[in-house]
Each structure stands twice: as structure tokens, then as C-alpha cells.
């Protein structure tokens, strides 16, 4: 059974920076893409990040670019989201998933969800 836990999210001021991360059991890490989704109140879940399977190649939404960094350690099954310069907009709750397909921006890409972490930025 493939669970997702994520960590990190908070209540951080405008300007700041927190790192989630997402740890991944069930099944082989280095096999399988990894990203990051979010999710504002009464608003759809939106792409943020992803990851190819060896961590060459990352994908942003045009929101992300420049101030996230995603990342993986394969050794650790976990999968990073570094987010600098953060704007109450980014206020969400971010959601990690997992691919048996590839790197995309779509959720139904995704077979896999954790539960959430939420990440509160005030201005």
C-alpha cells in the first residue's frame, strides 16, 4: 500500500521560506514521479512542481518559477519543495502525489495523494 506523509507547512510572513517534504512507502521511490499540487479555499487544486524518477528534469507552474525549487532524494524516498519569497497568495494547502506515468501538471496524472500540509503566508 503506497502512502504519501508530508511535513513542513506552517505560518510564515510574506518574504519568507519554508521547505515541505514528502516521504513515500509502498513502492520503489526511484521508480515513480513525484509533485506538488495546492489547493486555496473554494479553489481547484492547481500544479506547483514535479520531478522526473532520477530528479533530472523539473517542471513549474509559471506561479513557482523562480522561487520554488522541488527536489529528491531517492536514497530517503522523499520529495522536496523548497519555497522562498512566499505571498499570501501561496497561502494553501499543498498536496505531494505520485506518478506511475510521468512528471505532469495534471492531477488526474497522479495516482497517488498525501493527506495535505497547510501553509499560511500573512503580509
Known amino acids: 500500500q503506497v502512502q504519501l506523509v508530508e511535513s513542513g507547512g506552517g505560518m510564515v510572513q510574506a518574504g519568507g521560506s519554508l521547505r515541505l517534504s514528502c516521504a513515500l512507502s509502498g513502492r520503489t521511490f526511484s521508480s515513480i514521479c513525484m509533485g506538488w499540487f495546492r489547493q486555496a479555499p473554494g479553489k481547484e487544486r492547481e500544479f506547483v512542481a514535479s520531478?522526473?524518477?532520477?530528479?533530472?528534469?523539473?517542471y513549474y507552474a509559471d506561479s513557482a518559477k523562480g522561487r520554488f525549487i522541488i527536489s529528491r532524494d531517492n536514497a530517503k524516498n522523499t520529495v522536496y519543495l523548497q519555497m522562498n519569497s512566499l505571498k499570501p497568495e501561496d497561502t494553501a494547502t499543498y498536496y505531494c502525489?505520485?506518478?506511475?506515468?510521468?512528471?505532469?501538471?495534471?492531477?488526474?496524472?497522479?495516482?497517488?495523494w498525501g493527506q495535505g500540509t497547510q501553509v499560511t503566508v500573512s503580509s
Open positions: 520531478i522526473s524518477r532520477s530528479g533530472g528534469s523539473t
Open positions: 502525489a505520485a506518478s506511475r506515468t510521468g512528471p505532469g501538471s495534471s492531477v488526474r496524472g497522479y495516482d497517488f
